[in-house]
């Protein structure tokens, strides 16, 4: 039976449109474009079949539908960019089946440009159709924060920027099945580039309170006390706290030299992303100190982390910093284990770190325990009291229970 919708690419920004896709009622038709890091717990998988969604026997099915949304994956590229490849199979895949009238949106994470100096000319030379004409095409970021339980897809505005004025009203006609608001850009470059200033005012701010932090240490002044103060200022004041670094699937982007077009560079952006790829350098030096005040060497010390995701209450592992840390401790000659309710094994350096089954146990026996990662399931205050040291890294333990980053 035909599908309302594809989603082509079922990673991390596929499957929760997917997902909202069916919750709307929407028929849903899932493609692969690859190895995709997007996961599902089999409770949300059965929701989702329950609800008429399926995968592609096939990519002739992709002719079947009236929007295909494509949010293949772009991993970034060693030079600071980010890699097409994927997007560039799925428009190949897609143009070779698709019919007029056919609303194609992108929302992949790509350079200013893309969709109309990359994606359209695939699309219109595989199929012979004209976008704008015989079908539309769109851009628009996607907005998604894993785990997030107070905004979803639902209530989370989405930014259409289309070709033309009658293709963004297409893609406006299909997204305001899914959320409450639908903000037009002026056309795909501008839609594009709110997902360049959105990702990029994370990292910018997030580095600025990284190195507030390590200025704080030196100083010898409370940063979390200091947050606790600015975020009452009702005005001109966004709180960020500072990390063992930044992980996610939306890496900052220096460069709009990647896009079609482009060549200029986002300088504030470059020197974000050295502070923030410190980070982790930084905590292994803290820990390092904190293990040499108390009489001990990192060499030779058991060293315990815990939460190894990047963000809280979820087992997604992109991006991590937890992995450069934990690299950084075996140099200096730590035995290394870890302990995370959602990560059941863990490798480092293809070598399986061991895995603490009884956390307080652990952490008593282990020279340092350093939380990289704030789950819910932490009972802080018994871990301060059991912990021979604590290095907190998330200013989630009690004042005076821990030494924070």
């Given at each position: 039976m035909p599908a309302d919708l594809a989603v082509i690419g079922l990673g991390p920004y596929g499957l929760p449109l997917a997902q909202a896709a069916v919750a709307a009622g929407i028929s849903t038709l899932g493609y692969r474009t690859g190895p995709e890091a997007g996961s599902l717990s089999p409770a949300e998988l059965r929701r989702m079949l329950s609800g008429g969604f399926r995968t592609a026997a096939g990519p002739a099915e992709l002719g079947r539908v009236r929007t295909a949304v494509i949010c293949a994956p772009t991993p970034p590229t060693p030079d600071g960019g980010l890699d097409l490849s994927q997007v560039e199979g799925a428009a190949r895949t897609l143009s070779t089946h698709l019919r007029p009238h056919t609303t194609v949106i992108l929302e992949s994470p790509v350079p200013p440009g893309t969709t109309e100096e990359f994606l359209r000319p695939l699309l219109e030379k595989g199929s012979g159709l004209r976008a704008g004409r015989d079908f539309h095409l769109?851009?628009?970021?996607?907005?998604?924060?894993p785990g997030n339980r107070d905004f979803t897809p639902a209530n989370t505005p989405k930014v259409i920027g289309g070709l033309t004025p009658a293709c963004t009203e297409s893609a406006a006609a299909f997204y305001s099945r899914l959320t409450d608001k639908v903000v037009r850009a002026r056309g795909?470059?501008?839609?594009?580039?709110?997902?360049?200033l959105e990702t990029n005012f994370r990292h910018v701010n997030i580095a600025l309170v990284n190195e507030m932090a390590v200025?704080?240490?030196d100083l010898g002044v409370d940063l979390w006390d200091v947050i606790?103060?600015?975020?009452?200022?009702?005005?001109?004041?966004q709180a960020f706290r500072p990390g063992p670094g930044v992980g996610g699937h939306?890496?900052?982007?220096?460069?709009t030299g990647g896009s079609p077009g482009g060549g200029r560079t986002l300088r504030m952006v470059e020197l974000a992303r050295q502070v923030n790829d410190q980070m982790p350098r930084y905590v292994v030096q803290?820990?390092?100190?904190?293990?040499?005040?108390?009489?001990?060497?990192?060499?030779?010390?058991?060293?315990?982390?815990?939460?190894v995701t990047y963000k809280p209450d979820l087992a997604d592992q992109q991006g991590t910093p937890a992995q450069e840390v934990a690299v950084r401790l075996m140099e200096l000659g730590a035995a290394v284990s870890y302990h995370d309710p959602h990560i059941p094994s863990w490798s480092v350096l293809d070598r399986p770190v061991p895995r603490a089954d009884s956390l307080y146990e652990a952490a008593a026996d282990a020279d340092l325990t350093i939380l990289l990662q704030q789950h819910r399931t932490y009972d802080l205050q018994g871990l301060s009291v059991?912990?021979?040291l604590l290095l907190d890294t998330r200013g989630a333990t009690p004042t005076g229970a821990a030494h924070r980053l």
């Open positions: 769109a851009y628009s970021p996607s907005r998604v924060d795909p470059r501008e839609a594009e580039t709110v997902q360049l200025l704080c240490h606790r103060c600015a975020e009452t200022k009702p005005f001109g004041f939306a890496v900052p982007r220096d460069l803290r820990a390092a100190a904190l293990l040499n005040e108390h009489g001990k060497s990192a060499r030779g010390a058991r060293v315990l982390l815990l939460g059991k912990a021979q």
